[in-house]
Nanobody
Framework: QVQLVESGGGLVQAGGSLRLSCAASGSIFRINVMAWYRQASGNKRELVADMSSGNMTNYAASVKGRFTISRDNAKNTVFLQMASLKPEDTAVYYC???????????????WGQGTQVTVSS
């Protein structure tokens, strides 16, 4: 099986920074896209940023220029560096990865358990 474990959430003042990490473990042949989503209370889950295996990135307009996604492929880990945080960034942040367990099996999406990020004004 495959597991995604996130870390790095917490409480920070507006203008501050946080770094989220997500490590994938288990039976992994290849990881395709890795991404971060977030879900604020009462809202739908939304894409924050994603990164392909070829290091192409995509950001939500609301975080572009403030957040940076990166990967350490040797450690099957994805990071989200968040800067200039705003109260509206408060949400549960979820790691997502499209993972192939074996060469002959199509990749499927896996989710982390979520980590709370709270930005106080």
């Amino acid at each position: 099986q495959v597991q995604l474990v996130e870390s790095g959430g917490g409480l920070v003042q507006a203008g501050g920074s946080l770094r989220l990490s997500c490590a994938a473990s288990g039976s992994i042949f290849r990881i395709n896209v890795m991404a971060w989503y977030r879900q604020a209370s009462g809202n739908k889950r939304e894409l924050v940023a994603d990164m392909s295996s070829g290091n192409m990135t995509n950001y939500a307009a609301s975080v572009k220029g403030r957040f940076t996604i990166s990967r350490d492929n040797a450690k099957n880990t994805v990071f989200l560096q968040m800067a200039s945080l705003k109260p509206e960034d408060t949400a549960v942040y979820y790691c997502n990865a499209n993972i192939q367990m074996y060469r002959w099996i199509q990749g499927r999406d896996y989710w982390g358990q979520g980590t709370q990020v709270t930005v106080s004004s």
